[in-house]
């Protein structure tokens, strides 16, 4: 802050001295000292102050963002697949009603669709049955005459030379 050296400081020593005297010095230096650090605190104070409130901005602004995201990620509960699905049905069956007469028919018989609720005709279909499972063929002979590829055995590149056993009696 400011460039104070070791001639300055003397400087201001010598005038102090002279214009304090030497009997009010000491107090006169513990009064500017308790006037710094309290000067030093309410800087401080205010810094926190002020971190604080940069902190609290910057919470506003990811709150805002996340109650946007919220807002476009809400799905709506009023959504009817099986709605959906019956009224394309009845679409594809008003479609084709002039193509089939029995089309025709059921839509005149039926016309709220209840037909497509309708499971007495569930018994004149045909069961239902499970596919057969799996089978995997069993494995062919591995032998080198099936065409099978044989490994040769793996090569110690580094051998150990046979020791004898010494020490036994």
């Given at each position: 802050m400011f460039d104070f050296d070791a001639g300055k400081l003397l400087v201001i020593?010598?005038?102090?001295?002279?214009?304090i005297g030497p009997k009010e010095l000491p107090r006169v230096l513990r009064q500017v000292g308790q006037a710094i650090g309290k000067l030093r605190r309410m800087a401080g104070e205010f810094?926190?102050?002020?971190m604080d409130a940069m902190k609290d901005a910057e919470l506003d602004d990811l709150r805002k963002e996340a109650a946007?995201?919220?807002?476009?990620?809400?799905?709506?509960?009023?959504?009817n697949e099986v709605k959906n699905f019956e009224s394309d049905?009845?679409?594809?069956?008003?479609?084709?009603k002039d193509e089939d007469p029995a089309i025709a028919q059921s839509l005149r018989d039926d016309p709220d669709g209840v037909f497509l609720h309708n499971t007495s005709n569930?018994?004149?279909?045909?069961?239902?049955?499970?596919?057969?499972?799996?089978?995997?063929?069993?494995?062919?002979?591995l032998s080198p005459a099936a065409g099978a590829i044989v490994l040769p055995e793996p090569v110690d590149a580094h051998p150990r030379p046979a020791t004898a056993k010494t020490g036994e009696a």
């Open positions: 020593g010598v005038v102090a001295l002279i214009v810094q926190s102050q002020f946007k995201l919220a807002d476009s990620t809400k799905v709506d509960l009023n959504f049905i009845k679409n594809a069956l008003e479609d084709r569930i018994d004149s279909l045909p069961p239902i049955t499970p596919p057969e499972p799996l089978v995997l063929p069993e494995p062919a002979d």
